[in-house]
């Protein structure tokens, strides 16, 4: 089946514009989690949802960056007034509630100039 | 934000050879997770781990989660050219929120 899928696979931005990634994950999976990834860095957890709720919102960096996911299923990540430092690959998550088996999409690589 | 120490950072090595590596922390883990990810794609899931002093292995792959729950190994025996990539380790803090803490990852480079 169709595993998890980001779009767009690639966004370029300007300082200081506002961007939105999404995020389609597999099907039936509840549970559904946010990262960031800096060149050579391992995965940053941002956010987890479990169905359209924010469960742990604890990594989100600051009050530019939020999160929805209004119908359980796709989710949107939304970044305010974008800055060079926001660049990174954004990759997102999903899993059956209660297992430990995440499945990554490819991942959105934000580049901010 | 938070990571785990990963060594060695990178390694050459020969089709055919063992690879060790190994992941540290100040922290005691619940869980511990080894993961894959090849260029351009996200991590894949190679060995969970559960319990202090479990030995899991999953074909050439073999994983340990440390006695003293703040660090876990992974070795792979015989490596291929597809072996190639970057192994994060990653381990939960807390049982039940997974959240996980994922490592700076060993690049692991494999000569034909």
């Known amino acids: 089946g169709a595993g998890v899928s980001q779009t767009p696979s690639n966004k370029v931005t300007e300082k200081g514009k506002y961007v939105e990634l999404r995020c389609d994950p597999i099907?039936?999976?509840?549970?559904l989690y946010w990262y960031r990834q800096s060149l050579g860095q391992g995965p940053e957890f941002l956010i987890y949802f479990q169905g359209t709720g924010a469960a742990d919102d604890s990594g989100l960096p600051n009050d530019r960056f939020f999160a929805v996911r209004p119908e359980g299923s796709v989710s949107t990540l939304k970044i305010q007034r974008t800055e060079r430092g926001d660049s990174a690959v954004y990759l997102c998550?999903?899993?059956?509630?209660?297992?430990?088996?995440?499945?990554f999409g490819p991942g959105t690589r934000l580049t901010v100039l | 934000g938070q990571q785990l120490n990963q060594s060695p950072q990178s390694m050459f090595i020969q089709e055919g050879e063992d690879v060790s590596m190994n992941c540290t922390s100040s922290?005691?883990?619940?869980?511990w997770l080894w993961y894959k990810q090849d260029p351009g794609e996200g991590p894949v899931l190679l060995i969970a781990l559960y319990k202090a002093g479990e030995l899991t292995s999953n074909g050439r792959l073999t994983a340990q989660f440390g006695i003293t729950r703040k660090d876990s190994f992974l070795n792979i025996s015989a490596s291929i050219p597809s072996d190639v990539g970057i192994y994060f380790c990653?381990?939960?803090?807390?049982?039940?929120?997974?959240?996980?803490?994922f490592g700076t990852g060993t690049r692991l480079k494999v000569l034909a």
């Open positions: 099907s039936g999976h509840t549970a």
């Open positions: 990653a381990g939960q803090l807390e049982s039940g929120t997974y959240k996980y803490i």
């Open positions: 922290s005691i883990f619940n869980t």
């Open positions: 998550a999903s899993s059956l509630a209660g297992t430990d088996t995440q499945y």
